[in-house]
């Protein structure tokens, strides 16, 4: 049984930090590329930052410079270290799975509400 279980989300004041944990059961997860999307009341999810079995990281220009993601394939955890936090950061933030396969079968986490406040 696939699991995504993320952990680390809460509330904090603008300019906070806080570091999301994302651990994987049930996938091989070193070949999988992770992700961390967000999804706030009324909007559109949007990718946050990904990082591949590579290593190789990319992050959306709003959190550029203000947020880490990495990996670590031995704990098959998946970690976003938020710095400079603001209040439009505040949202539900789900971890993905995505396999190198061209049908594989994405997975999702429930998600961990953060909230910044102003």
């Known amino acids: 049984q696939v699991q995504l279980v993320e952990s680390g989300g809460g509330l904090v004041q603008a300019g906070g930090s806080l570091r999301l944990s994302c651990a994987a059961s049930g996938i091989i997860f070193s070949i999988n590329t992770m992700t961390w999307y967000r999804q706030a009341p009324g909007k559109q999810r949007e990718l946050v930052a990904t990082v591949t079995s590579g290593g190789i990281t990319n992050y959306a220009d709003s959190v550029k410079g203000r947020f880490t993601i990495s990996r670590d394939n031995l704990k098959s955890t998946v970690y976003l270290q938020m710095n400079s936090l603001k209040p439009e950061d505040t949202a539900v933030y789900l971890c993905?799975?995505?396999?190198?396969?061209?049908?594989?079968?994405?997975?999702w986490g429930q998600g961990t509400q953060v909230t910044v406040s102003s």
């Open positions: 993905n799975a995505h396999p190198p396969f061209p049908r594989g079968v994405d997975y």
